[in-house]
């Protein structure tokens, strides 16, 4: 019986959100959106067992199986920019150098931004394999820009905050994306970011899942190519607001 009542325990602690939390970064993200750190705390204060789950997919995968043994450090990959730009133009790193260095970002600044509390907290009760596929889904964060076509701003986010809880399903990401959709209903009437976030879900839907791929791969051969191999189809609605009505990209 106490075995019996410890199992429950754990699948509560694993399965349990804190909206109070969730609520509390949102009020902070929404007063400086520039505050990246508020969205790694909801996605925490959301994410319940979203990374267990996540982990039991790709352990139903060959490639995924092979990750997960390996646990292949990409950032050491991605913070190389010597080696990066060695790279032929046009190719996966290349273009993925050419995104950083025209925002001023970096895998390490992703890092930082999540860790505002001890590793220990944020990764408390996770198994080596969760907390492994937590710090990758992290650190290809631009690396997801790249893939899509999506930029960094307020459109382009909630473009690709979509494909990602597409691929791999956060509630914490789905939060963010609704307080995102009532904002601009309200504040821009005339743009109807849900045709936006559609698409970032149906890009997603028809792309392999970014979390199996071994990107240390990948990084050398020509984007195009690999877009289509892996079947990322461009954001159309997207692009076509960015060439036929740029104001509406920072609308909010």
Same mark, same amino acid.
């Given at each position: 019986m106490k075995k019996e009542i410890k199992r429950l325990k754990r699948i509560w602690l694993r399965n349990q959100i804190k909206p109070i939390a969730a609520w509390r970064a949102m009020r902070e993200l929404l007063k400086n959106p520039d505050d990246t750190s508020q969205v790694? %705390? =909801? =996605?925490e204060a959301l994410k319940g067992d979203s990374l267990g789950a996540a982990v039991r997919r790709l352990r139903t995968i060959d490639r995924g199986r092979e990750l997960l043994a390996q646990k292949p450090d /990409? $950032? #050491?990959k991605l913070n190389d920019r010597a080696w990066l730009l060695s790279l032929p133009a046009g190719s996966v790193g290349r273009a993925y150098y050419d995104f950083v260095h025209a925002e001023n970002l970096? #895998? +390490?600044g992703l890092i930082a931004s999540s860790e505002t509390a001890s590793r220990? +907290? /944020?990764y408390h009760g996770l198994?080596?394999? +969760? =907390?492994w596929l937590a710090?990758? *889904?992290r650190d290809i964060h631009d690396l997801? %820009? $790249?893939m899509t076509g999506y930029g960094r701003d307020p459109v382009g986010e909630i473009g690709l905050l979509s494909f990602m809880t597409t691929q791999t399903p956060n509630r914490g990401i789905n939060f963010i994306i609704w307080i995102a959709k009532w904002k601009y209903l309200r504040e821009v009437p005339q743009f109807d970011v849900r045709q936006l976030i559609d698409e970032g879900a149906a890009i997603a839907r028809g792309a392999v899942w970014m979390a199996e791929i071994e990107w240390e791969e990948k990084l050398a051969q020509p984007l195009q190519a690999v877009r289509e191999e892996m079947g990322f189809a461009p954001p159309a609605r997207y *692009?076509? *607001?960015c060439e036929q009505a740029p104001q509406l990209l920072l609308a909010t």
């Amino acid at each position: 019986m106490k075995k019996e009542i410890k199992r429950l325990k754990r699948i509560w602690l694993r399965n349990q959100i804190k909206p109070i939390a969730a609520w509390r970064a949102m009020r902070e993200l929404l007063k400086n959106p520039d505050d990246t750190s508020q969205v790694f %705390h =909801i =996605i925490e204060a959301l994410k319940g067992d979203s990374l267990g789950a996540a982990v039991r997919r790709l352990r139903t995968i060959d490639r995924g199986r092979e990750l997960l043994a390996q646990k292949p450090d /990409i $950032v #050491a990959k991605l913070n190389d920019r010597a080696w990066l730009l060695s790279l032929p133009a046009g190719s996966v790193g290349r273009a993925y150098y050419d995104f950083v260095h025209a925002e001023n970002l970096s #895998a +390490e600044g992703l890092i930082a931004s999540s860790e505002t509390a001890s590793r220990e +907290e /944020i990764y408390h009760g996770l198994s080596n394999d +969760e =907390i492994w596929l937590a710090d990758r *889904l992290r650190d290809i964060h631009d690396l997801q %820009h $790249v893939m899509t076509g999506y930029g960094r701003d307020p459109v382009g986010e909630i473009g690709l905050l979509s494909f990602m809880t597409t691929q791999t399903p956060n509630r914490g990401i789905n939060f963010i994306i609704w307080i995102a959709k009532w904002k601009y209903l309200r504040e821009v009437p005339q743009f109807d970011v849900r045709q936006l976030i559609d698409e970032g879900a149906a890009i997603a839907r028809g792309a392999v899942w970014m979390a199996e791929i071994e990107w240390e791969e990948k990084l050398a051969q020509p984007l195009q190519a690999v877009r289509e191999e892996m079947g990322f189809a461009p954001p159309a609605r997207y *692009l076509r *607001l960015c060439e036929q009505a740029p104001q509406l990209l920072l609308a909010t």
